[in-house]
């Protein structure tokens, strides 16, 4: 598996990269795999090193609406950092996924043990993960909610 000179491994030191690769091990996901739910427990995280991940949100009324798109090296999952430790979104493999697994209490654990390879894999989440996808997420709901559901539509509320 690649992705390591780039993407959320590209982010960090060669001693954070190399200390979190320890934790890793492989696996892979079917094309229309459903990886985890929002509101789910969320107790991994990977980094996708082939493959594509349709991140998704639920929409009262709606199908669930995709938000984001990830691919290689990008970081899917963020929600195991933070209690309550919860999914926010849900995630779809568009394809053949290939990634690197984290089990989260693991990788908790090594960050309370210190601390300045916990800044570094925070910092790495925050500026790589949450601020994009939290932006992304706006920006796909406010286009969601300014068309008309198709049920509008048909019952004649689309129009003004």
Do not use: K, N
């Not at 985890?36 to 998704?56: M, N, P, Q």
């Not at 500026?127 to 068309?147: M, P």
């Amino acid at each position: 598996m690649t992705t390591v000179g780039h993407g959320f491994l590209g982010e960090l030191s060669p001693p954070h990269r190399e200390r979190l690769l320890s934790m890793a091990c492989g696996t892979s996901f079917p094309a229309g795999a459903r990886i985890f739910d929002e509101d789910g427990v969320a107790e991994r995280f990977w980094i996708l090193c082939s493959g594509t991940v349709a991140l998704d949100a639920q929409v009262p009324g709606r199908d669930p609406a995709v938000v984001e798109t990830l691919g290689e090296g990008e970081l899917l999952g963020w929600s195991w950092l933070f209690e309550p430790y919860r999914w926010h979104l849900g995630a779809t493999a568009r394809g053949e996924v290939e990634a690197y697994e984290f089990e989260a209490r693991q990788v908790r654990a090594a960050i309370e043990e210190d601390s300045v390879f916990g800044l570094a894999i925070t910092r790495c989440v925050a500026s790589v993960a949450i601020g994009r996808r939290l932006r992304a997420c706006r920006i796909r709901l406010l286009d969601v909610y300014a068309r008309p559901s198709p049920t509008a539509e048909a019952e004649g509320g689309g129009r003004g």
